[in-house]
């Protein structure tokens, strides 16, 4: 049975962010569930959770919070499988608090950390991980790789048309 794949955001508000890696996790057909849980409001829960991640097959966890954002933290805190943070834009520092608080983490306890709002890269990262243990996964980033470079050609072709006719 192949691993699933966690998402965890800390307030349901962050959906409308999240829904991109879950996009990627579809597409690349990777079994996932979907919570929410704070690490400041329940943070009994989301311990709980990933204290039993692995033995609930679950390969990795993508959390998202923004502002204080201890919410990948303290799941890396509980699992040895890997956590990816995305960090969400939600207050006055423009995500910039987030970012810091999920990537700066101590000694022991990291957490896998992609760029404000960025879930769609938080959903590749997950794949690229599960995909170490799967070939069938491998194959298909090597082909989505392949997806975007024909299609930055196709692009190029288009615009070395449009400078032509100027």
């Known amino acids: 049975m192949s691993k699933k794949a966690a998402v965890i955001m800390g307030s349901d508000s962050d959906f409308p ?3 991109a890696a879950i996009e990627k996790l579809k597409a690349f057909e990777i079994p996932y569930e979907v919570h929410v849980m704070s690490a400041h409001r329940t943070p009994e829960a989301a311990a709980e959770f ?3 991640a692995e033995e609930n097959n679950f390969g990795v966890i993508i959390a998202a919070a923004g502002m204080a954002a201890h919410l990948a933290g303290v799941l890396a805190a509980h699992t040895v499988i890997p956590v990816i943070g995305i960090p969400i834009k939600s207050s006055a520092l423009e995500g910039m608090d987030a970012l ?3 990537v700066q983490m101590p000694p022991g306890i990291p957490v896998a950390t992609v760029g404000i709002n960025n879930a769609a890269n ?3 990262l997950a794949v690229q991980m599960l995909a170490l243990s799967d070939p069938a996964l491998t ?3 090597h082909q989505m790789k392949s997806d975007m ?3 930055v050609s196709r692009k190029d072709a288009a615009v070395q048309k449009m400078a032509e006719e100027l």
Request: hydrophobic share 50%; glycine share 12%; proline share 0%.
């Open 139 to 141: 194959e298909a980033l």
């Open 122 to 124: 938080a959903g590749i």
């Open 17 to 19: 962010v999240v829904k």
């Open 149 to 151: 470079a024909e299609g």
């Open 100 to 102: 810091l608080s999920t």
């Open 50 to 52: 990933a204290k039993h």
